[in-house]
């Protein structure tokens, strides 16, 4: 970026100290994950999904909490190995089972489906009693869960997260927490949401700093990139937007 009025510090962390002196002062720092508050063991081996997309070491059996959009691109991070087939297209064909139109009728290959075998077992577990997934894309939530089913992916709605231990993760099903169950997993990862960052923000208010907050540091939920464009437009003083 290069802008005459625009001063870009990469690699640097922002202290309250370095912003007592300006007129307005805009946080935008996202959000951290969520803890679900489970009952947990020391030594239990628990994730978030930024330790998995950071290349985190995670076993070959594990379980996802949380089966929102987080939950399920976890979910299928953790079962492919290799390339992607979505960014080659001999093996998307072959894992979904197209051909070329002009070789087989309806462009459908004659042996089906013919995905990879999964690089680990995986559990897809929430709270909510409903279908996992029923909240994603209307035209693409479909892929998801049949990519996943595909793969074997057990997922589960209507659970209860009794506690991490090191053996696993016990759950239980229903209000009534029935046919309690012990899945023997190496990894327990937690895709259970968001909350917004706000570490700076209670540092500025101890030094009586205004600011103002825009995007997932505003409202973690459904983090929407217009929004937070919206929101930093509005805060700003005519004469920044309109400087050349």
């Not at 300006?22 to 030594?43: C, M, Q, S, Y």
């Not at 999964?118 to 997934?133: C, D, M, S, T, W």
Request: charged share 20%; net charge negative.
């Amino acid at each position: 970026m290069s802008h005459p009025h625009i001063t870009l510090r990469l690699g640097a962390v922002a202290e309250a100290g370095d912003l007592a002196g300006f007129d307005e002062v805009i946080l935008a720092t996202g959000v951290i994950p969520r803890d679900p508050g489970i009952p947990t063991d020391p030594g239990a081996p628990v994730f978030s999904y930024i330790d998995v997309l950071n290349g985190a070491a995670i076993g070959l059996r594990v379980a996802v909490i949380g089966a929102g959009g987080i939950g399920f691109d976890v979910a299928e991070t953790l079962v492919h190995q290799g390339v992607s087939p979505t960014l080659d297209p001999v093996l998307w064909q072959a894992e979904w089972g197209v051909s070329r139109p002009w070789d087989s009728r309806g462009g459908l290959a004659p042996e089906g489906p013919d995905p990879h075998p999964p690089a680990r077992e995986v559990h897809l577990l929430q709270r909510k009693a409903e279908k996992p997934g029923r909240k994603l894309g209307k035209t693409t939530g479909w892929i998801h869960r049949a990519s996943l089913a595909m793969k074997g992916v057990r997922m589960v709605g209507g659970v209860n997260y009794e506690r991490i231990t090191t053996e696993g993760l016990m759950i239980s099903h229903g209000p009534n927490h029935e046919r309690p169950e012990l899945l023997a997993v190496d990894a327990v990862v937690l895709c259970a949401g968001q909350v917004p960052d706000r570490g700076l923000a209670v540092a500025l208010d101890e030094r009586g700093i205004g600011y103002h907050l825009i995007g997932g540091a505003d409202v973690a939920a459904e983090l929407d990139a217009k929004r937070a464009i919206d929101q930093a437009a509005a805060r700003l003083p005519p004469s920044c937007l309109n400087s050349p």
